[in-house]
């Protein structure tokens, strides 16, 4: 069991977006899923807590009601090794969602996802900071990120 679970709050969702979640990623899988008895906010047999993998990492969804919604204060990142994977999850979170920039979208409940390369991270701390603020403007420029043109810019082409 890992110690540190991603848990997500939806309105009544939650059972649909593991479906969802678990349909795009591969490796994935719906652990379980408990509902609502008598009495509870939400009608009864409405999934209360959906337990769901993508890739390995666990994530609980709770059907919690409208009182609290998704910003881009927290998002999950997808780190993408070829552009054809990157493109994969962009197209397939953004579908009825939003495109927004430099490689973030909400998908269709409203959860921010940055869709980004998997060099990412070595790109933006080389120790040559002209390399990365030259990624850093290439990246400005683009709603879905274009692994090429961010490694071009980082060898200064």
Excluded at 55 to 61: D, I, K, R
Excluded at 68 to 90: G, M, N, P, V
């Amino acid at each position: 069991m890992q110690k540190i679970t991603t848990f997500l709050w939806f309105n009544n969702e939650a059972e649909e977006a593991a479906k969802f979640y678990t349909s795009v990623f591969k490796d994935s899988k719906i652990i379980s899923t408990s509902y609502y008895g008598e009495g509870a906010p939400l009608p009864k047999g409405t999934a209360l807590v959906v337990t769901f993998q993508l890739n390995g990492q666990e994530f609980m969804a709770l059907n919690g009601g409208p009182h609290f919604k998704f910003t881009e204060a927290i998002s999950l990142s997808i780190a993408c090794e070829t552009q054809q994977e990157l493109d994969y999850y962009w197209d397939k979170l953004s579908a009825g969602g939003s495109q927004q920039q430099c490689g973030w979208l909400k998908d269709k409940y409203g959860l921010s996802w940055q869709v980004v390369p998997a060099k990412l991270g070595e790109w933006m701390t080389d120790k040559d900071h002209t390399k990365s603020d030259r990624v850093m403007a290439a990246v400005m420029k683009m709603v879905k990120l274009d692994i090429q043109t961010m490694q071009d810019a980082y060898n200064g082409k």
